[in-house]
């Protein structure tokens, strides 16, 4: 029996709660009976027969194609997502369109389905590594009360996580081409594959987008930019973070994460202005960007190095030559509560829909 999740705008029906158990074999089944016990459900999403045409369904993940008729046979879970597909430019009717095209973007696809899941393993070991980085972008999303958000690409969920702690009211949406990283979204978020230069969305269907670390293996960083400011209404917001060129954190991910993969690491950062620049040219307005010094915070040293290992997939160093090469590129602190500090830094980017 698939587990139904309910937007935040539809709770109000189903007296707060955000899943529901339901049997059916259908979307329009499970549409029907969620409509028994809580009258008025269909007629929120359900009009002259069809799916609303400002909603799409996502099961286990994958966009449907047959709206109401969509089988659910053996799925697990079942979301309701905005204006998916509307709006958008050619063949995105088809929501297999979104996926990644063949060529350099399908090589990344396939190192990203290697490394996500020791990525996931690094964030079930020590799920406050990264808190002030998150915080920091957190800060800059500026999610209000029941605000919809695109969490873009989200690897395991972990920006839509920080998200729902923050304000559980929202309706998060987390695109990830990867499988392997998706399998790491916790099943309360709306999780849909799609291409990061072709977002699977209709114009103006989220007030938020947020992006944390996923753009410094993108071909064509503006085409992604353009279609963050699609997706947003009007006066909407998109925060953008991601590594520096010609910093310590660029140096290690080129050097050490590049030769103790298997699949190598060749990220293009962000040189000063150019996110702002970014920005500007995809039509965003009051646009600041700042590179931010932080750190990543562990209880010992030898979970950070363990977690570093993961994060980065460092399967051809044991673990001495992992330490032996954050400490060459980074000066390791200790905090008042003797946790241990790596220093990390990214640029921070903000711009409102114009
Ligand atoms: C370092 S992870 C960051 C994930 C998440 N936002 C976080 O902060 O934990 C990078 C993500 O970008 C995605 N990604 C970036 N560029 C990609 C590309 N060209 N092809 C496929 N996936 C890409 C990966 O699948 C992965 O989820």
Avoid: K
């Avoid at 955000?18 to 269909?42: K, M, Q, S, W, Y």
């Avoid at 964030?123 to 998150?134: K, S, W």
């Avoid at 993961?310 to 000066?331: C, S, Y």
């Amino acid at each position: 029996m698939p587990i139904v999740f309910v937007p935040a705008p539809l709770r109000s029906l189903t007296g707060g709660q955000d899943r529901l158990d339901v049997a059916g074999a259908t979307v329009g089944a499970l549409v029907d009976a969620i409509e028994r016990a809580h009258p008025g459900f269909r007629a929120r999403v359900v009009a002259d027969g069809e799916l609303r045409p400002s909603l799409a369904v996502s099961v286990d993940g994958d966009l449907v194609t047959r709206g109401l008729d969509e089988p659910v046979a053996g799925a697990r879970e079942v979301h309701f997502v905005p204006a998916l597909g509307g709006g958008h430019g050619p063949g995105a009717s088809d929501p297999h369109d979104a996926l990644p095209p063949s060529g350099t973007a399908d090589a990344y696809t396939r190192i990203f389905e290697a490394r996500g899941g020791s990525y996931n393993a690094a964030h079930a070991l020590v799920p406050e590594a990264r808190e002030i980085e998150r915080s920091l972008l957190l800060d800059r999303v500026d999610p209000g009360p029941g605000l919809r958000v695109l969490d873009v690409p989200a690897g395991g969920g972990y920006v839509a996580d920080g998200l729902r702690l923050r304000r559980p009211d929202l309706s998060v949406v987390c695109v990830e081409p990867a499988a392997a990283f998706a399998a790491g979204i916790d099943a309360g978020h709306a999780r849909v594959r799609g291409a990061l230069q072709r977002l699977p969305f209709g114009d103006a269907c989220f007030d938020r987008v947020a992006s944390l670390a996923g753009t410094h293996h993108l071909e064509d960083r503006l085409a992604f930019f353009r279609e963050c400011r699609r997706v947003l209404r009007p006066g909407g917001r998109f925060a953008v973070a991601d590594a520096a060129a010609d910093t310590p954190v660029a140096r290690f991910l080129n050097g050490p994460v590049d030769r103790f993969t298997t699949t190598g690491h060749d990220g293009r950062f962000f040189a000063a202005g150019e996110a702002a620049d970014l920005l500007v040219r995809s039509g965003f307005a009051t646009v600041v960007e700042e590179h931010v010094p932080y750190s990543w915070i562990f209880p010992d040293r030898h979970t950070m190095v363990r977690y570093c290992g993961l994060l980065f997939g460092l399967v051809r160093a044991r673990e001495a030559e992992v330490d032996e090469a954050i400490q060459a590129h980074f000066t390791i602190t200790e905090d008042a509560d003797g946790r241990v500090c790596l220093p990390w830094s990214l640029v921070y980017a903000t711009g409102v829909a114009g």
